[in-house]
């Protein structure tokens, strides 16, 4: 993750153990922009890295109180994951937020 431009969190970093991604229905990364860059720390990203019976990826984004740990105000931000289009079927997601798939039945 230091060597890369986008300091997000990514499914490829999580892979130390396929259990995280397998077994797992969702799969959240935490990231906070201040930490990163020059800027205030009054925000704080969720981003969906993998969500079995929604869409992803997926990202939200919260105002931030460091001191207290607080987050409220979400609201989804664009977001596209680097090098991982291959694990995400844009269709898929596309006739899901249509309303058309439900996701995986049991």
Known sequence: MESRDDKRPTREAVKGSSGWIDVGDTLIG????????RQPD??????IL??????????????????????????????????????NDSSLAAEFLAGKKKGRSR
């Open 30 to 37: 935490w990231h906070r922009p201040a930490l990163f860059k």
């Open 42 to 47: 009054v925000t704080i990203e969720a981003l």
């Open 50 to 87: 993998k969500q079995r019976y929604g869409v992803w990826p997926l990202a939200v984004e919260f105002d931030f109180d460091p001191m207290f740990g607080w987050a409220s105000n979400g609201r989804t931000i664009p977001y596209d994951q680097p090098g991982e289009a291959s694990d």
